[in-house]
């Protein structure tokens, strides 16, 4: 299933690591993920990871996001329910950009599920393997070091789409879900930062290889309950960057804030 990042040909694992023909090999971190990518510089270069992957970790380890959690294990629990009446094994699953595994590692305490998660992010990974019930690596997203319809389910949250990479890992039968933010997903965030706060555009994936087929909404209103809870959530938005110093000012001044969440799960198959 593994593929050597460099030539392209099978790995092998094993306790310590992981090895192909050509001679690469690829060790194994302490924390129990590999690291896959051909040079040392991994998406950790960028910002301040180890502070932004923790702060996410405490963050959605405190339920806000657990709707979308959720729903997202009942689908697996479905899909693994038929592949388990159809084939012999357990259903593959590949979470995409899976940053510090909240997502994944729920996906893979499914009984009958061997899930996979892989990030380019090396102190993300290092979170999410702690967390257990998954295989971790550090890998490119733009070239998946795995086989060619290696996976019965792909799933990425709010990741960058990338079609041809999607469509080639996974299997003829599988189905690929992914999680865009619906149009109310944190508007109260907006409310304090915007004076005329925007609904999102609910922008589904264009794809000429794969084919919506079923979408699916979930929402809730949540409180958080703290300024850093606050503040992480906002650190995990692509506004973060573009809002100004004295918007951002009006948001750090709350101790708690009341806000929609809403997202929409797009199903796609071959």
Not at 9 to 28: I, K, Q, S, T, Y
Not at 61 to 74: I, K, T
Not at 171 to 182: H, I, K, M, Q, R
Not at 190 to 219: A, I
Request: one cysteine or more; glycine letters at 8%; aromatic letters at 10%.
């Amino acid at each position: 299933m593994l593929l050597c990042p460099v030539c392209h040909e099978p790995l092998v694992d094993d306790e310590c690591g992981a090895a192909c023909a050509g001679g690469h090999r690829f060790d194994r971190a302490r924390e129990g993920y590999l690291y896959l990518l051909r040079s040392s510089k991994s998406g950790d270069s960028m910002g301040d990871p180890k502070s932004q992957a923790r702060s996410r970790r405490d963050f959605l380890n405190r339920g806000y996001y657990a709707p979308l959690r959720d729903a997202m294990v009942e689908l697996v629990r479905e899909r693994a329910a038929g592949h388990a009446a159809s084939a012999n094994g357990p259903m593959t699953l590949l979470d995409i950009c899976c940053g510090e595994g909240y997502y994944t590692s729920a996906m893979g305490a499914v009984p009958g599920v061997d899930a996979y998660g892989f990030d380019l992010g090396k102190e993300m990974v290092r979170l999410a393997a702690k967390r257990g019930d998954a295989n971790y690596f550090v890998a490119n997203m733009k070239d998946i070091p795995v086989a060619d319809g290696a996976f019965d389910m792909v799933t990425e949250l709010f990741a960058p789409f990338n079609e041809r990479e999607f469509a080639r890992v996974l299997a003829p039968e599988g189905s690929l879900y992914t999680v865009v933010p619906g149009a109310r997903h944190l508007f109260g965030l907006k409310e304090v930062l915007y004076d005329t706060p925007y609904l999102n555009d609910e922008k589904l994936p264009k794809t000429t290889e794969l084919e919506l087929v079923g979408t699916q909404r979930v929402s809730a209103n949540i409180t958080l309950r703290t300024q850093a809870d606050i503040e992480a959530v906002f650190q995990m938005t692509p506004y973060y960057y573009r809002t100004r110093p004295a918007d951002k000012e009006r948001l750090a001044n709350l101790d708690t804030l009341q806000t929609d969440i809403d997202f929409i799960i797009a199903e796609y198959r071959h």
